[in-house]
């Protein structure tokens, strides 16, 4: 693909405008993707006569099935993106998954609400491709802070969706909160239509493309060492963070001793990390432009061990908050910057691949992020949960130290 001229004057290069309007589009991506998972387990139940084991087991297949489709079609999406244009994926994308949602609502039985959920995986890849068309358009000096602004606007609707999707449930119904949900990610479709723009030139595919889905992908690079550490990077942030989601509220009950507004609480408590992210990642992002993202990286990976490490071992839940809150500078620090590296280090050719390998990795890290929080808390304690995650970071850390010195050695 021929990209526009690496230029932020050139008018052919609407990246600032595609910014503003991206940015309201993963905004409402990310309160459709976030507002129906308080009460997917109350929609479960509803569908047949489960006993607590049931509703259990089975919220658990709805919530996976989409991540699992979707680690295995980003790639292949990516891949059509990087020769077809991200653009007409966007369309794709919010169309695909507004119409999954809307048959949603109308599920009748629990392997209905699963296949659909699978389907709504089939056609994931919206705030992957927006991120990749920001890359793609974005001068190489301005990437951090534009990437790092673009991840606010999902951050900042996940942050809201719980909260809108609960006042909708009650206000509506649960089943209509999903036809309203796929009219939300109806008009990201539209606005992406109307007002995105790409100028995008296919040319021929590299050679290497021939030998399989990541190896030719990474025979484009060069350094392709680099490129997995940094996608295997995305499944350990993504797993440690996934790892305490289920256990948090269970958590600031315990250190509230069973009394007092646990729920309201527990919903401050999970919504502080994205508040300092809104106000972090943008500025981290900046930073790293002018001084470095890897040093960046390095510096969010060790923060993340030091605030969660304590985590494990507060026995105040006004302790906890402010330890949340700074987790959000932490992963304002790592998420944004990890994209941006594999934005300076990849070809024109294999932008919108390699992020959707980035969001392939990054479900994996939600599945199995689930999975290990639940077992780690059942065989040991919630603190446990915590621990871990900083010691998976700090694995991560380290590993990115020995194989990868270029990223603090020198100017990434």
């Known amino acids: 693909m021929i990209e526009v001229k690496d230029d932020a004057d050139n008018p052919q290069n609407p990246w600032r405008r595609n910014l503003y309007v991206l940015w309201g589009c993963t905004f409402i991506a990310g309160v459709a993707f976030s507002e129906l998972m308080p009460f997917m387990s109350l929609y479960v139940s509803q569908l047949g006569d489960f006993t607590k084991s049931e509703v259990s087991f089975y919220s658990g297949l709805v919530y996976a099935a ?121 008009i990201a479709g539209l606005l992406s239509a109307t007002l995105v723009t790409e100028h995008f030139v296919p040319i021929e595919r590299p050679k290497t493309e021939g030998k ?30 996934t790892s305490i989601a289920p256990i948090i509220s269970l958590y600031v009950k315990e250190l509230m001793h069973n009394g007092g507004a646990v729920a309201f609480v527990a919903g401050i408590i999970a919504a502080l990390p994205g508040i300092s992210n809104i106000l972090a990642a943008p500025r981290l992002g900046a930073y790293g432009d002018k001084h470095g993202s890897g040093k960046i990286l390095m510096a969010g990976y060790l923060f993340a061990v030091l605030v969660y490490f304590p985590q494990g071992f507060v026995t105040s839940v006004w302790t906890l908050g402010v330890l ?89």
């Not at 990474?218 to 940094?230: A, C, E, R, S, V």
């Not at 994996?364 to 808390?377: E, V, Y």
């Not at 850390?397 to 603090?408: D, E, F, G, N, Y």
Request: hydrophobic residues 55%; positive net charge; glycine residues 10%.
């Open 324 to 412: 949340r809150l700074l987790v959000g500078v932490s992963d304002g620090a790592l998420f944004p910057t990890i994209q941006t590296l594999l934005t300076k280090n990849s070809p024109a050719s294999a932008t919108s691949a390699i992020f959707s390998w980035n969001q392939s990795f990054q479900a994996l890290g939600n599945m199995f992020g689930s999975l290990l929080g639940g077992t780690l808390a059942g065989l040991f304690d919630y603190n446990v949960v915590f621990i871990s995650t900083a010691c998976m970071l700090l694995i991560n850390l380290i590993m990115l130290w020995v194989a990868a010195p270029s990223l603090r050695a020198t100017r990434k």
């Open 212 to 241: 399989g889905l990541l190896g030719g992908l990474l025979g484009q690079f060069d350094n392709p060492k680099l490129i997995i550490l940094l996608l295997f990077s995305t499944l350990f942030v993504q797993l440690g963070n």
């Open 66 to 186: 989409t991540f699992l489709v979707t680690a295995i079609v980003s790639p292949i999406w990516g891949a059509l993106a990087d020769r077809k244009g991200r653009k007409i994926m966007l369309i794709r994308a919010s169309f695909g998954m507004a119409t999954a949602m809307f048959l949603m609502g109308l599920a009748t039985n629990i392997w209905q609400l699963i296949a659909l959920r699978a389907l709504q995986g089939l056609f994931s890849g919206f705030i992957s491709n927006a991120q990749a068309l920001i890359a793609a358009q974005t001068p190489r000096q301005n990437a951090g802070k534009a990437l790092g602004t673009l991840v606010t606007g999902s951050t900042s609707g996940m942050l809201m969706g719980p909260i809108l999707g609960g006042a909708l449930a009650s206000v509506f119904s649960i089943r209509n909160t999903f036809f309203i949900t796929a009219g939300l990610l109806f």
